[in-house]
Nanobody, 123 residues
């Protein structure tokens, strides 16, 4: 079974930065041959797409709300995907989840999920 562990969340003031990490363990072909995504969920809101990166790291896609501020990357040697978040805004607050074994903006397209890490941006 595949296990994903997300970390790096915390409390930050508006305009600050955070770097989230997601580390995978276990063995599954789809984890390494398909995309990794980032999703977030604010209180009382549906889980929404943030970013996705291809298995090779050569292709990325971002939600309009984070374009120009967030960057996702990966280090396949460490089985790790990152989400660098700059110029954070209060509306970025939420629980951030990493997902593996999929592609696209729908959370239904991913096979594996991390536990989530909380990000709070104060004004």
């Amino acid at each position: 079974q595949v296990q994903l562990v997300a970390s790096g969340g915390g409390l930050v003031q508006a305009g600050g930065s955070l770097r989230l990490s997601c580390v995978a363990s276990g063995r599954s072909l789809s984890v390494y041959t398909m995309g990794w995504g980032w999703f977030r969920q604010a209180p009382g809101k549906d889980r929404e797409f943030v970013a996705v990166i291809s298995s090779s790291g050569t292709s990325t896609s971002y939600a309009d709300s984070v374009k120009g501020r967030f960057t996702t990357s990966r280090d396949n040697a460490k089985n790790t995907v990152y989400l660098q978040m700059n110029s954070l805004k209060p509306e970025d607050t939420g629980v951030y989840y990493c997902a593996a074994g999929g592609w696209g903006t729908s959370d239904q397209n991913y096979n594996y999920w991390g536990q989530g890490t909380e990000v709070t941006v104060s004004s």
